[in-house]
Each structure stands twice: as C-alpha cells, then as structure tokens.
C-alpha cells in the first residue's frame, strides 16, 4: 500500500512566521503535489512536482514555495505565514500520469 | 474557465435510499475522471476512475459512476446507502499542465457531503 506522510496533523504558529511543511511518499512515485483544502471550495492545487527539482505553480500558489530535494520528500513553505493561509493543507503522490493521486492525512495549519 | 461543477453541497439520505451525485465538468478534449471519499478525520480515498472504454466504471464498496461524453458529466452512484457512507464525495477531471510537461493536474469539484440517517 502506497504510504504518503505528511509530518505533522496539526501545527500553529504566528503571523510571519516562516513554516515548512512536510511530505514524503514510500513508492518511488514520480509525481508530488500540495493541495489546500476550505470548506466550500475543496481542494486547491498549490504547487506540484513531476520530478526531483522540478516544480510547477498550481491553481493558487502565491504565498508558497516548494523544495524537492529528494525523490521521495517534497516540502511546502510559507515564507512569511499570513491568517488566510490558516487551513487543511493536503500532500499527495502519484506514480505518473494518468494514475490515481495517493493522499496524506493532512495538516491542519492555523495561523495566528 | 475550466472546472468541475458538483451539484449538491450536502445531501442527506436515509438507510438503504438511492444516491445519485452529480458532477459536470468543462474541459473539452480527453479526460481523466475520479471520484474521491473523505470519511470523517480520514485522508481521501479513491473510489473509482474512468480513463477510457466501458463508460459505466464501478469502484469499491458499491459505487459506480457512468460517464456520459455529451453531457460532459460523470456521475456518482449507489443503489442503497448505508450509514458508514457518511462522508465528503469529490469529483475530480484531469487537465493537461500548463506547461505542456505531461504532467496532468487533478482538478476537484467543491464536495458533496454525504449525511445517511440511520
């Protein structure tokens, strides 16, 4: 079973705050994503990854950045933590195109 | 603009009721086609996919979903729910990237919560 770890379920910290979340899959995939999620508006691409050190802006990516280092972990940033970044923010992986996306638990960010 | 419409915010149903959501999405071209659960306090699961062929496509624990190109729909369904099928329902398309990479994002519909009333 494919395993996406997101480091931390719950996590608050203060406006300007640099925050670094984490994500890191167990199946080798190719492609990794970061998504929010608001009620009323489901889930919101922020940035993905088709490769190590390649990335590409979603839906929404102002605000954010990421970092794939490595194949298997790829980290979101707020560089400077703001109140309307307070939310779900989902990782998730998938092995190439075309295949189904495998979701972390998520993190519930508040911002403060 | 491109996007995936689901019909219903919140629907509610008692035991053993039929269910039907709805899904639209706007993308003309080929289309990759999901539909997705949240159980409370659970990651999102896949429940079924529609990449191409038989366009009725039936997923896990008694869902199926019928893709209809016309329409551009591709909706969800179960002949008899149960109060375990409580839970948030996304459809979601797939849409080539805005670079050109190959690399085809997933685009989600709003959710549909499900309540089931025992």
């Known amino acids: 079973d494919v395993k996406v770890t997101q480091s931390s379920r719950y996590l608050v910290k203060r406006t300007g705050e640099k925050v670094f979340l984490e994500c890191v899959q167990d199946m080798d995939h190719e492609n990794m994503f970061w998504y929010r999620q608001d009620p009323g508006l489901g889930l919101r691409l922020i940035y993905f990854?088709?490769?190590?050190?390649?990335?590409e802006k979603g839906d929404i990516p102002e605000g954010y950045s990421v970092s794939r280092e490595k194949k298997e972990r790829f980290s979101l940033i707020l560089e400077s933590a703001s109140t309307n970044q307070t939310s779900m923010y989902l990782c998730?992986?998938?092995?190439?195109?075309?295949?189904?996306?495998?979701f972390g638990d998520g993190t519930r960010l508040s911002i403060l | 603009a491109q996007s995936v419409s689901q019909h219903n915010h919140h629907v509610i149903l008692s035991e053993a009721a039929s269910l039907e959501l709805g899904c639209n999405y706007s993308?003309?071209?080929?289309?990759?086609l999901f539909w997705y659960v949240q159980y409370p306090g659970q990651h999102l699961q896949l429940l079924l996919k529609?990449?191409?062929?038989?366009?009725l496509v039936k997923g896990i624990k008694g869902f199926e979903a019928e893709f209809i190109k016309s329409k551009f729909s591709f909706n969800l369904r179960k002949p008899s729910v149960q109060w375990s099928d409580t839970a948030e329902y996304f459809c979601a398309v797939t849409r080539p990237a805005h670079s050109g990479a190959g690399s085809y994002q997933l685009t989600f519909g709003k959710g549909t919560k499900l309540s089931v009333i025992p």
């Open positions: 529609y990449f191409s062929g038989d366009p």
């Open positions: 993308y003309g071209g080929t289309v990759n």
């Open positions: 998730a992986s998938r092995s190439r195109v075309n295949q189904p996306q495998h």
């Open positions: 990854s088709y490769d190590v050190k390649m990335k």
